[in-house]
């Protein structure tokens, strides 16, 4: 399997699913797109504690959504750009399936 492929295993995009199925997730994944921020700016309007907000952040991270670096005695978060590229590419990969088998039956159904 070409690793653009394996990028796109269900495994793969399964987690980035389950990763932004939650809406606490997503809240945190929107407000990262906005800007890089710390855990505390991002535990704040969620009203949940840091290691609550570590959590999340260790799935988005799994999923490869989000990326987070240590500077001095901060955490800081932003998006990954490349978890962004595959999700992408496998909507990319579902339309022209699903474009394709359409096409397919509209020839039977519509005939020669």
């Given at each position: 399997?070409?690793?653009?492929?394996?990028?796109?295993?269900?495994?793969?995009?399964?987690?980035i699913f389950?990763?932004?199925?939650?809406?606490?997730r997503?809240s945190?994944f929107?407000?990262?797109?906005?800007?890089e921020?710390?855990?505390?700016?991002?535990?704040?309007?969620?009203g949940i504690?840091?290691?609550?907000?570590?959590?999340?952040i260790?799935?988005?991270?799994?999923?490869?959504?989000?990326?987070?670096?240590?500077?001095?005695?901060?955490r800081?978060?932003?998006?990954?750009?490349?978890?962004?590229?595959?999700?992408?590419?496998?909507?990319?990969?579902?339309?022209?399936?699903w474009?394709?088998?359409?096409?397919?039956?509209?020839?039977?159904?519509?005939?020669?």
């Amino acid at each position: 399997m070409s690793p653009d492929l394996q990028a796109l295993s269900p495994g793969a995009v399964e987690g980035i699913f389950v990763a932004l199925g939650d809406h606490t997730r997503r809240s945190i994944f929107f407000s990262l797109m906005e800007r890089e921020q710390s855990i505390k700016e991002l535990a704040a309007p969620l009203g949940i504690t840091l290691t609550g907000l570590g959590q999340h952040i260790r799935v988005l991270e799994a999923a490869q959504l989000v990326s987070s670096r240590k500077i001095g005695r901060e955490r800081r978060c932003r998006v990954d750009p490349a978890g962004l590229e595959r999700l992408e590419a496998f909507a990319r990969l579902q339309r022209s399936l699903w474009r394709s088998r359409f096409d397919a039956l509209r020839q039977i159904v519509e005939g020669p």
